[in-house]
């Protein structure tokens, strides 16, 4: 597509329960991340897809997240048992290797 | 461990004034260097970069960056600000790493802008 797609574009879940977020990156982009904004924290890095490699997950704040790229392309941010705290905008960028980044309209995660 | 600051979280301006906004950033290396712009429900956008080179750096939408490596700064200008600037404004630079996508952003300064 012409763009980065996120889906969906909100999500209001019940504390606890587990939430699939999906990245849709721009075809042919190698490189994927994932970024949480929320008040108070500003944009923090989460994780990071390149090629085959091992994913960078250095940015992820507890055991509760995890993603996977398939394929190389899409992408899923899985958070289980969430939590309040976890209310936030879940951003997905790509790029290709070392120029800058293109994100999509993010995901607004709101946890009840 | 590399930082980025804005020291302005909010900045109001009349349309046709001239725009500055600050970024400051601690880097050991020559840094890679970023400014997007962020509109309400809208993703980031990016408006320009410097990576190495001319430290005056042209983006989109009229906006300017110049890169001083004795202020370790990296502000944004822009001559004459319209309507549709407003919005929420963010630099960034890499996280210490050669990974130029794993930035690190400064709070974000909001700029509204006033008819």
């Known amino acids: 597509g012409a763009g980065v797609s996120q889906s969906p574009s909100n999500k209001v879940t019940e504390k606890g329960k587990d939430v699939e977020l999906r990245c849709d990156p721009i075809s042919g982009h190698t490189a994927l991340y994932w970024y949480r904004q929320s008040l108070g924290q500003g944009l923090e890095f989460l994780i990071y897809?390149?090629?085959?490699?091992?994913?960078?997950k250095s940015g992820l704040p507890s055991d509760r997240f995890s993603a996977e790229r398939t394929g190389g392309s899409v992408s899923t941010l899985t958070i289980q048992r969430t939590q309040q705290e976890d209310s936030a905008v879940y951003l997905c960028?790509?790029?290709?290797?070392?120029?800058?980044?293109?994100f999509g309209n993010g995901t607004r995660l709101t946890v009840t | 461990a590399q930082s980025v600051t804005q020291p302005d979280i909010h900045i109001t301006v009349s349309e046709g004034a001239s725009l500055e906004l600050r970024c400051n950033y601690s880097?050991?290396?020559?840094?890679?260097l970023f400014w997007y712009v962020q509109s309400p429900g809208q993703g980031l956008q990016l408006l320009l970069k410097?990576?190495?080179?001319?430290?005056l750096v042209q983006g989109i939408k009229g906006f300017e960056a110049e890169f001083k490596r004795s202020q370790s700064s990296f502000n944004l200008r822009k001559p004459s600000v319209h309507w549709s600037d407003a919005a929420e404004y963010f630099c960034a630079a890499p996280g210490g790493s050669s990974n130029t996508g794993k930035l690190i952003f400064g709070q974000g300064t909001t700029l509204q802008v006033k008819p």
């Open positions: 410097y990576f190495s080179g001319d430290t």
């Open positions: 897809f390149q090629g085959n490699s091992a994913p960078d």
């Open positions: 960028a790509s790029s290709l290797a070392g120029t800058a980044l293109h």
């Open positions: 880097y050991g290396a020559t840094p890679y």
